[in-house]
């Protein structure tokens, strides 16, 4: 019988300046505007509205510009990630606009916290 010592937990905490998330956040926004047409493609049910790639990107392009305008880069990363996302739901464009802030969102938690598991 093969057992597991789970007595030890090894912990590792991660963390991020706001330059790094706002890189990624970036990367994020080109990959999605580059393959809007491929994303708007996917959406057939209930209705082939062809705009699922497009809202994802107008939903990330007003956080940022929300973002870039707001001026306060003392936040911390976490502090920086929760506004961002709030910025999403906020600025969001359609079903998937909403879906993808919320997804935001729930990743903004689990980094403030440090919450891996």
């Known amino acids: 019988m093969n057992t597991t010592d789970t007595s030890v937990m090894e912990t590792t905490e991660v963390s991020f300046n706001v330059e790094t998330i706002n890189e990624v956040i ?60 709030e910025q999403m739901l906020l600025n969001s464009r359609g079903c998937s606009g909403v879906i993808l802030s919320l997804f935001a969102q729930g990743f903004s938690q689990i980094t403030a916290n440090n919450d891996f598991s």
């Open 26 to 85: 970036e990367n994020i926004h080109r990959y999605l505007n580059k393959h809007k047409e491929y994303i708007n493609s996917l959406n057939v049910f209930p209705v082939p509205d062809g705009d699922t790639g497009l809202n994802m990107v107008l939903t990330i392009q007003g956080a940022i510009a929300h973002m870039k305008d707001n001026g306060k880069t003392e936040k911390n990363s976490g502090e920086y990630l929760r506004d961002f996302a």
